[in-house]
């Protein structure tokens, strides 16, 4: 059993940064594959980036490619996600996810746990 906890959401401006954390409990931690989604207003949660085990590969959706960095600490059971050059239509609730499948995984399904999410707000 993992429970993921996300922090680090709020409003800014567009142009402007957020980091985002997820940490998460058990011992673990270091074999899962984590990702990032998020889901706007009337929308499906989509998809935003995950990363390994190691954090030797990651994957991003076209979307926020160049912009957004995601990494993972390990010895901290956390990982984070590097908003930068925010756009209005970044604006979603972001979760974060663990799947028990060693590579970089893009779909919903394949994840076992979630975060309950942090609000993000870009304005224009």
């Known amino acids: 059993q993992v429970q993921l906890v996300e922090s680090g959401g709020g409003l800014v401006q567009a142009g402007g940064s957020l980091r985002l954390s997820c940490a998460a409990s058990?011992?673990?931690?270091?074999?899962?594959?984590m990702g990032w989604f998020r889901q706007a207003p009337g929308k499906e949660r989509e998809f935003v980036a995950t990363?390994?085990?190691?954090?030797?590969?990651?994957y991003y959706a076209d979307s926020v490619k160049g912009r957004f960095t995601i990494s993972r600490d390990n010895a901290k059971n956390t990982v984070y996600l590097q908003m930068n050059s925010l756009k209005p239509e970044d604006t979603a609730v972001y979760y974060c996810?663990?799947?028990?499948?060693?590579?970089?995984?893009?779909?919903?399904?394949?994840?076992?746990?979630w975060g309950q999410g942090t609000q993000v707000t870009v304005s224009s």
């Open positions: 996810a663990a799947c028990s499948i060693p590579t970089v995984q893009t779909m919903i399904r394949r994840y076992d746990y």
């Open positions: 058990g011992r673990t931690f270091s074999s899962y594959t």
């Open positions: 990363i390994n085990w190691s954090g030797g590969s990651t």
